[in-house]
């Protein structure tokens, strides 16, 4: 994170109640919608086979902690 903007939010955005940070960061994004940059890099994306090995590990996880014999 640049200087700059870590200063700005030290000193502007932290002097700020929560709801003025949530408007302020609905404005931002909303700015950048309509700008409509394109500020993901395809790289950053997951692929569908990163969905399904989430997705399997997921689940593998949730058996771990919730085994049949259990009721939930």
């Keep these: 994170m640049s200087t700059i903007v870590q200063e700005l939010y030290d000193q502007v ?13 609905t404005l931002i994004l909303n700015d950048l919608v309509q700008q409509n940059l394109s500020i993901v ?20 996880y949730a058996a771990t902690l919730f085994p049949e014999n259990e009721e939930i």
Excluded: I
């Design 13 to 25: 955005v932290c002097t700020l109640s929560p709801t003025e940070r949530l408007r302020l960061a």
């Design 41 to 60: 890099e395809q790289s950053d994306t997951w692929t569908e086979q990163d969905q399904l090995d989430v997705t399997a590990f997921s689940l593998q």
